[in-house]
């Protein structure tokens, strides 16, 4: 940059973007990669902004987007959309480190998860709900108990917490039906495809199952939902039979492999145990051998294992002699 952009930073989501922005940056903030290290930008940073190689003079509007993590704190990282007043048209979105003990103006807010900076409203809420049922309606998710709407509903349980609101009925129960029977018919719609997919994938020519975690997942998934689907097309129930009676032959070699090695681990314990016992049977002789021909009194028997008992008291791990 020179002449009149020569002491800004130039902004974007890449080195080179078509749009960006032109920052008189402030101490701590450095620009790299679409992540901003330090502060927000605030629209009054701005000087200049590009939209597709043409350069606007003035502040942009800017859109923030505060995320929440687990424990309901805002997450390190968040968003900001800058966008030109006049057009509407989108310069760029960057990261930014969220800082608990700034205040961002309301109107800059767009999203605030956290309920910190932007206080919910019953109808922010309820709007929140209606994003819950509506990523469930897509039934999206790997499997009939998934929760692809678990964050925004705990977003919204965490906003009615923050005003004292009441959620209506058991949304929890309403969202689990509404994903599990739409999940199921995307699920009969894509079954031909994930039937053919599994063949693929998790079997090789000679019908050797290979699967990996995921392979089983989709096993059981496709098993389990076996009693809820329609399946009227031949071939798609003959290859079902295909997979899972190649299945069950990879499992039961599976199961004769175990089934060996533990009998013949067995056989080892079992052989290491009878020479432990005929080595104490062989200690027990010599020690009879011992009392028939080198007797000594009964005293000093006794002073003795006296003596052995001290020494497993102090030595518990020692080697017998």
């Not at 930073?9 to 101490?27: A, H, Q, R, W």
């Not at 704190?73 to 700034?102: K, L, M, Q």
């Not at 031909?192 to 089983?216: A, M």
């Not at 497993?312 to 020692?318: A, G, K």
Request: with cysteine; glycine share 6%.
């Amino acid at each position: 940059m020179s002449g009149e952009f020569e002491n800004l930073t130039e902004v974007g989501e890449d080195y080179t973007p078509e749009n960006c922005l032109f920052v008189k940056m402030e101490s701590g903030q450095s620009y790299s990669h679409g992540h901003l290290r330090g502060p927000l930008i605030r629209p009054d940073q701005v000087l200049r902004y590009k939209i597709s190689e043409k350069i606007f003079s003035g502040h942009p509007k800017i859109n923030i987007t505060i995320l929440m993590l687990h424990d309901k704190t805002p997450a390190f990282r968040s968003w900001a959309e800058y966008v030109c007043p006049h057009t509407g048209e989108e310069i760029c979105t960057i990261s930014f480190s969220v800082d608990e003990n700034t205040e961002y103006a309301p109107e800059w807010i767009a999203r605030d998860e956290t309920g910190r900076w932007k206080k919910p409203t019953p109808q922010s809420i309820e709007t929140e709900l209606v994003r819950a049922r509506k990523r469930a309606g897509e039934g999206n998710g790997f499997g009939p108990d998934c929760k692809p709407y678990k964050r925004e509903l705990r977003i919204a349980r965490h906003w009615a917490e923050i005003i004292d609101y009441e959620i209506e009925g058991n949304i929890e129960d309403e969202l689990k039906d509404i994903y599990h029977q739409q999940w199921i018919k995307n699920y009969q719609n894509g079954l031909e495809k994930e039937v053919d997919s599994i063949l693929t994938e998790y079997f090789d020519d000679f019908g050797t199952f290979f699967g990996r975690d995921s392979g089983y997942e989709r096993l059981e998934i496709l098993a389990e939902t076996l009693p809820q689907l329609d399946i009227k097309n031949p071939k798609t129930k003959q290859e079902i039979n295909r997979i899972f009676q190649l299945y069950e032959q990879h499992m039961g070699k599976m199961f004769e492999g175990k089934r060996v090695s533990v009998e013949e681990k067995k056989r080892e314990l079992e052989e290491e145990l009878a020479d432990a016992e005929s080595a104490y049977n062989g200690a027990k002789w010599f020690l009879h051998l011992t009392r028939v021909h080198a007797p000594i009194s009964i005293q000093e028997e006794q002073r003795l294992n006296e003596i052995l008992t001290g020494l497993d008291r102090e030595h518990p791990t020692r080697v017998p002699f």
